[in-house]
Nanobody, 129 residues
Framework: QVQLVESGGGLVQSGGSLRLSCAASEFSLDHYAVGWFRQVPGKEREGIACISTSDGGAVYADSVKGRFTISSVNAKNMVYLQMNSLKPEDTALYSC??????????????????????WGQGTQVTVSS
C-alpha cells in the first residue's frame, strides 16, 4: 500500500528539539518534492518546509526559518524535519506529503497543497511553556 508515515512527535519543553521522520512505502521518493505541513484545530494548514529529493534544495516558511531543517536520505526513502528552539506556537499536528517534481519553484509547493499526491496521517507535536 502506497503511504507516508510520520513519526517522532511528542511533548517537549520550550527551547527543546525534536526530529520528525517521514517514511515512504511502496513508492520511491526520488524526484519528488516532499513537504512538511502543520495544522492546529480551527486554523488553516501551514506549509513550513519543502525539499527536492532530486537536488536537495529546500525552502522554509518564515515562521520556522533558522530553527527547522529539512533533509532527505534517498537510500532510506526518508525525509526528516529537525526542529530546534521550539516554541509553544509550534504546537500542531505535523504531516508530510509528496508531490512529483515539476518545473515549479519549490516555494510554490509550500502553499499549493493540491500539488501533492500522497499525505501522511500526521504526528502531534506539543511544546510546553
Amino acid at each position: 500500500q502506497v503511504q507516508l508515515v510520520e513519526s517522532g512527535g511528542g511533548l517537549v519543553q520550550s527551547g527543546g528539539s525534536l526530529r520528525l521522520s517521514c517514511a515512504a512505502s511502496e513508492f520511491s521518493l526520488d524526484h519528488y518534492a516532499v513537504g512538511w505541513f502543520r495544522q492546529v484545530p480551527g486554523k488553516e494548514r501551514e506549509g513550513i518546509a519543502c525539499i527536492s529529493t532530486s537536488d536537495g534544495g529546500a525552502v522554509y516558511a518564515d515562521s520556522v526559518k533558522g530553527r527547522f531543517t529539512i533533509s532527505s536520505v534517498n537510500a532510506k526513502n526518508m525525509v526528516y524535519l529537525q526542529m530546534n528552539s521550539l516554541k509553544p506556537e509550534d504546537t500542531a499536528l505535523y504531516s508530510c506529503a509528496a508531490a512529483p517534481e515539476g518545473l515549479l519553484d519549490l516555494k510554490y509547493y509550500l502553499e499549493n497543497f493540491n500539488l501533492y499526491d500522497f499525505w501522511g496521517q500526521g504526528t502531534q507535536v506539543t511544546v510546553s511553556s
